[in-house]
T-cell receptor
Framework: EPEVTQTPSHQVTQMGQEVILHCVPI?????FYWYRQILGQKVEFLVS????????KSEIFDDQFSVERPDGSNFTLKIRSTKLEDSAMYFC??????????FGPGTRLTVL | GDSVTQMEGPVTLSEEAFLTINCTYT??????LFWYVQYPGEGLQLLLK?????DKGSNKGFEATYRKETTSFHLEKGSVQVSDSAVYFC????????????FGRGTQLTVWP
């Protein structure tokens, strides 16, 4: 069964460093998303991506964040200069329509 | 604004007990409602959904009914199994084409044999 994959499973970085989180969505999906979950808090929407552009972004998704679909299969989230409060589990999701989102296992980001 | 409020856990039950996890939503439009489940070490998996009022979503013995009058989507199962132990998330969209989901905090369910 096709699934969304994410790498790495755990990323540790120093404050101020850039990180790139990688996702491979399911191959025929057209909608792509990033969410995050800070420990003990809700899963929060970051950004949605469709037709090679951002469809919607939340107030969390500021200028430090960017997304790319560089080669038609990968979908990346870049954080330019990480802060301590960026420590969270980051989930990628993809879907063929607005009612079906398939999630990856997540990348745990730890900012020291 | 749009939001989802979910019963906090953890919930601990014996096998074959009845499960209810409460979920209420606030939304300006006509959202679709979802329950996702997360097993240890895995991603969020869609468990069931309902797209309009009075719809009942069901899967693997779990059920939830979209109640517009009480803005609720409570998850129920008549007889839980040890294998149901997981974290359950209630979620809603805004009824638009964009698919952004609003999640509750998640409820940890542990079922003992």
């Amino acid at each position: 069964e096709p699934e969304v994959t994410q790498t790495p499973s755990h990323q540790v970085t120093q404050m101020g460093q850039e990180v790139i989180l990688h996702c491979v969505p399911i191959s025929n999906h057209l909608y792509f998303y990033w969410y995050r979950q800070i420990l003990g808090q809700k899963v929060e929407f970051l950004v949605s991506f469709y037709n090679n552009e951002i469809s919607e972004k939340s107030e969390i998704f500021d200028d430090q964040f960017s997304v790319e679909r560089p080669d038609g299969s990968n979908f990346t989230l870049k954080i330019r200069s990480t802060k301590l409060e960026d420590s969270a589990m980051y989930f990628c999701a993809s879907g063929t329509s607005r009612n079906e989102q398939f999630f990856g296992p997540g990348t745990r980001l730890t900012v020291l | 604004g749009d939001s989802v409020t979910q019963m906090e856990g953890p919930v601990t039950l014996s096998e074959e007990a009845f499960l209810t996890i409460n979920c209420t939503y606030t939304a300006t439009g006509y959202p679709s409602l979802f329950w996702y489940v997360q097993y240890p070490g895995e991603g969020l998996q869609l468990l069931l959904k309902a797209t309009k009022a009075d719809d009942k979503g069901s899967n693997k013995g779990f059920e939830a009914t979209y109640r517009k009058e009480t803005t609720s989507f409570h998850l129920e199962k008549g007889s839980v199994q040890v294998s149901d132990s997981a974290v359950y998330f209630c979620a809603a969209d805004r009824g638009s084409t964009l698919g952004r989901l609003y999640f509750g905090r998640g409820t940890q369910l542990t079922v003992w044999p």
